[in-house]
């Protein structure tokens, strides 16, 4: 089965420095893909950005980006510049690929990330 | 478009009660689920439904029903409640997965159950 690990349950940064959050996962599947929720203090979910395990190109949007090493398992963000509307749980999520169950999402269990004005 | 939808947003149970939670959403996403989310445990996976008629058990099935009549809503129920089943509950929902591709899901706001 699949599994998502963050292994960082609490971070913090300084306002304006950058901040690296772990995440690995565990799969046989060769085609994949990989995301990060942001869910802040208002409890709504939301989509951070997203990887596609075929793509050898890491994402990015804006200041947000990820290292994705396929071969490790690992899919870390990088927050650049942080505010501090960024503080906030973070959630890495797996998805199989395409076809009926595989839709379902598979969350690690989040890292609380804090920004210091 | 209001997206995805979930109602109420806070309820208070007595143990052996029963309730639904409703979810819809207007986007004519096929693929709809289940989430609930507890402290330190992250958001795992109760029922999800892949078009109208169709669902099936997710990581945490037991102690909910489901059923998807419309493809706009997939509504929760939960038969017998108990004080394991105070958590945060998500409604998602994302385009069809059998088409492939990195299709987001997305969430409601949340419902905050608490059981007594």
């Known amino acids: 089965a699949q599994t998502v690990t963050q292994s960082q349950p609490e971070m913090s940064v300084q306002e304006a420095e950058t901040v690296t959050l772990s995440c690995t996962y565990d799969?046989?599947?060769?085609?994949?893909?990989l995301f990060w929720y942001k869910q802040p203090p208002s409890r709504q979910m939301i989509l951070v950005i997203r990887?596609?395990?075929?793509?050898?190109q890491n994402a990015t949007e804006n200041r947000f980006s990820v290292n994705f090493q396929k071969a490790a398992k690992s899919f870390s963000l990088k927050i650049s510049d942080s505010q501090l509307g960024d503080a906030a749980m973070y959630f890495c999520?797996?998805?199989?690929?395409?076809?009926?169950?595989?839709?379902?999402?598979?969350f690690g269990k989040g890292t609380k990330l804090s920004v210091k004005p | 478009n209001a997206g995805v939808t979930q109602t109420p947003k806070f309820q208070v149970l007595k143990t052996g009660q029963s309730m639904t939670l409703q979810c819809a959403q207007d986007?004519?996403?096929?693929?709809m689920s289940w989430y609930r989310q507890d402290p330190g445990m992250g958001l795992r996976l109760i029922h999800y439904?892949?078009?109208?008629?169709?669902?099936d058990q997710g990581e945490v099935p037991n102690g909910y029903n489901v059923s998807r009549s419309t493809t706009e809503d997939f509504p929760l129920r939960l038969l017998s409640a108990a004080p394991s089943q105070t958590s945060v509950y998500f409604c998602?929902?994302?385009?069809?997965?059998?088409?492939?591709?990195?299709?987001?899901?997305?969430f409601g706001p949340g419902t905050r159950l608490t059981v007594l």
């Open positions: 998602a929902s994302s385009y069809s997965v059998s088409a492939g591709g990195p299709w987001e899901q997305f």
């Open positions: 799969t046989s599947e060769s085609d994949y893909y």
């Open positions: 990887q596609e395990a075929y793509k050898q």
């Open positions: 999520a797996y998805r199989p690929p395409s076809g009926g169950s595989q839709g379902n999402l598979i």
């Open positions: 986007m004519n996403h096929e693929y």
């Open positions: 439904s892949v078009g109208a008629g169709i669902t």
